[in-house]
């Protein structure tokens, strides 16, 4: 088991951002993104489109993707925490099995500054009590105007 740092130095091919692009929208639980909205997080994590960058993790097993996290810069710090982590998400067959402990431990410590995470639903996995466990807390209840 292998965790793969992507990022604007070390580029994703075409066809590897597809497959993630994949992964992500086939195992995505809660509020579904389309599968242009993810390949833009990845697009933006290693600067393939104009931005701050990012991250992406991948923790694989020789060529099976066991988990995914996406981690988009936002530039801001002190007033909004300076890495969202838009994606996290585990292959449906291999939770519960420390993956997803591992994965957001190794992002974690890779992620310089606060970092913040979207929970949709309570159907969402890994859940809310999986990322409170791990240090996140509720600070404020987002709205949005979609247009």
Known sequence: MVIKTYDAYTRLSTMEADRYANFLFENQEGKKATKQAIRKAIQ???KDIPGL???VFAMEDKDEILGLAVVNKT???D???ENFLVFFVIHREHRGYDIEK???DYTL???KGDVAIHITSENQYPNKEFFEEKGFHTTHLEMRLNR
């Open 109 to 111: 410590q890779y992620c």
């Open 53 to 55: 960058g990012g991250y």
């Open 75 to 77: 530039g801001m710090g």
């Open 44 to 46: 933006y994590s290693t």
């Open 102 to 104: 591992k994965l957001l």
């Open 79 to 81: 007033y909004i925490p």
